[in-house]
């Protein structure tokens, strides 16, 4: 398996502008998290969703910001509009989760510029 | 409220030194206590993971004690080399939740 892809890997964009960072889980894998990482708080939980369903969107900052999983092989994180503060690395990962194996699989991350 | 506190937040180890981390938690129902190790332009990847019905786990050069009473774990890294420099995350999660809580981060460098 190729593991966790996520694509972009860089973007940048102008304020206002709408941002769509995409995420392909691990395949049979049945959780999977977005995270924002920034120097000032570390790794934040945005969402995260159980066999395509979202379970705790807690983490999600501000209506801005919205997720998807349409099906298990594929999730989107949007930002609209996006903002300088939005500027971060975003992370995605999945778990093979029911089973023993706890461990979360993350891509190479999203880096996200807005100016 | 942060549940987990990991200090320090930057370490300097010479070569063949020993770096630990420490981290500190809050919720008693934590029972998965995992590392991560990042490196730079890379997602975090689990280095070494323990659950709290043993005090200690060593895989090679790293090793997770844990201390239950004082709710601390803490890695070590012995004969620390310049390609263990990253930075390490410690986390924890409870029962079903598939949720990890998740340190600050430990930069780590180390000087040959």
């Known amino acids: 398996d190729a593991g966790v892809i996520q694509s972009p890997r860089h973007e940048v964009t102008e304020m206002g502008q709408e941002v769509t960072l995409r995420c392909k889980p691990i395949s049979g894998h049945n959780s999977l998290f977005w995270y924002r990482q920034t120097m000032m708080r570390g790794l934040e939980l945005l969402i995260y969703f159980n066999n395509n369903v979202p379970i705790d969107d807690s983490g999600m900052p501000e209506d801005r910001f919205s997720a998807k999983m349409p099906n298990a092989s594929f999730s989107t994180l949007k930002i609209q509009p996006s903002e300088p503060r939005d500027s971060a690395v975003y992370f995605c990962a999945s778990i093979q989760a029911g089973t023993a194996n706890t461990e979360a699989f993350f891509g190479q991350g999203t880096r996200l510029t807005v100016v | 409220q942060q549940q987990v506190k990991q200090s320090p937040q930057s370490l300097i180890v010479q070569k063949g030194g020993i770096s630990i981390i420490n981290c500190a938690y809050e919720?008693?129902?934590?029972?998965?206590f995992p590392w991560y190790q990042q490196f730079p332009g890379k997602g975090p990847a689990l280095l070494i993971a323990i659950r709290p019905d043993v005090s200690e786990k060593k895989e090679g050069r790293f090793t997770i004690s844990f201390n239950k009473s004082a709710k601390q774990f803490s890695l070590h890294i012995m004969d620390s080399q310049p390609g263990d420099s990253a930075t390490y995350f410690c986390a924890a999660k409870g029962g079903n939740n598939r949720k990890l809580i998740w340190g600050l981060g430990t930069s780590l460098a180390v000087n040959p």
């Open positions: 919720n008693t129902a934590f029972d998965y």
